[in-house]
């Protein structure tokens, strides 16, 4: 009997660019997820498609995980990898990562499978669509994540952006190209450890995630309320709309940021980045 674990995942650095083939930064998180033999319960379709990839008919699998799914921390990918992982121990991560991704686009429609690389590698990765998974060389990133309170729907808002560049195109592609050469400059400080820096590049990811209209009032709310107490910058994480969002804080900072997030009206969710990618457990 073989269990298996994923982990959930962070966007730090562009979100939506990313489904047109433009740069992510993604950090793995310590919050996961454990797939093993068992009765399936709430929504199965995702450990259903991986059993039908890989596992025998009539084949059940149970997800406990240590988050909420309203979070927006990935577990839908983290939940195909983790099975996937289970009924076949010895699948290397290629092969994990390309039958995920399969899944999730079949279910999902539009993905860019930032998340599903983020479940199967871990660590924190810069990464292109179908061309580049890269281990990023970073430890522990200081980071304080609060939850708006309001479930996003991704679909919806992939949907969104691709009405917007359909009919404003120069504009659209303008922001994504400004935000993916923001990522790769936010690599270079990431791995310096220059957070400072990163702080003032999450700002500008903000300010185009912003024009392009996926940020929301509750998010502005605690971004600023964040900013306002000293944090280097922030952002949204993930489609917007709602879920979560990042500050980057300095050790002396991180417990008025905190408080400052919580009286707006967010959830702080303590976690940490780097997590491992997908393991057996037995
Ligand atoms: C959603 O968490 C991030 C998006 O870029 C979608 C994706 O990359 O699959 C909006």
């Given at each position: 009997m073989t269990t298996a674990r994923a982990p959930g995942k962070l966007m730090l650095f562009g979100e939506h660019g990313v489904v047109y083939g433009y740069p992510c930064i993604v950090t793995a998180i310590s919050e996961r997820l454990v797939v093993g033999p068992g009765e399936s319960r709430g929504d199965t379709r995702f450990i259903d498609a991986a059993v039908k990839a890989w596992g025998k008919p009539g084949e059940t699998f149970v997800a406990e995980s240590s988050?909420?799914?309203?979070?927006?921390?990935?577990s839908s990918s983290a939940v195909t990898v983790a099975t996937l992982k289970a009924i076949r121990?010895?699948?290397t991560n290629q092969e994990v990562f390309d039958t995920a991704y399969k899944i999730v686009l079949e279910i999902q429609?539009?993905?860019?499978g930032f998340d599903v690389a983020a479940a199967v590698y871990g660590g924190t990765l810069y990464y292109v669509k179908d061309k580049t998974i890269e281990s990023l060389p970073i430890t522990d990133i200081p980071l304080v994540v609060g939850y708006t309170g309001i479930k996003a729907n991704t679909t919806a808002l992939i949907e969104d952006v691709a009405r917007k560049r359909a009919a404003e195109p120069e504009k659209v592609e303008r922001i994504f190209e400004a935000i993916g050469k923001l990522v790769i400059d936010a690599k270079e400080k990431m791995i310096e450890a220059n957070w400072e820096r990163v702080g003032r590049l999450m700002d500008f990811n903000q300010e185009y995630l912003r024009d392009l209209g996926v940020s929301s009032e509750k998010l502005e709310l605690l971004i600023s309320a964040a900013k306002g107490v000293g944090a280097w910058g922030a952002k949204l994480s993930?489609?917007?709309?709602g879920d979560c969002m990042i500050a980057l804080v300095s050790k002396e900072k991180r417990q008025v940021v905190e408080e400052a997030i919580t009286q707006v009206g967010g959830q702080v969710i303590h976690i940490t980045t780097g997590a491992p990618g997908v393991r057996v457990d037995r």
């Open positions: 988050f909420s799914g309203k979070y927006g921390f990935g121990s010895g699948a429609g539009k993905a860019s993930g489609a917007g709309g």
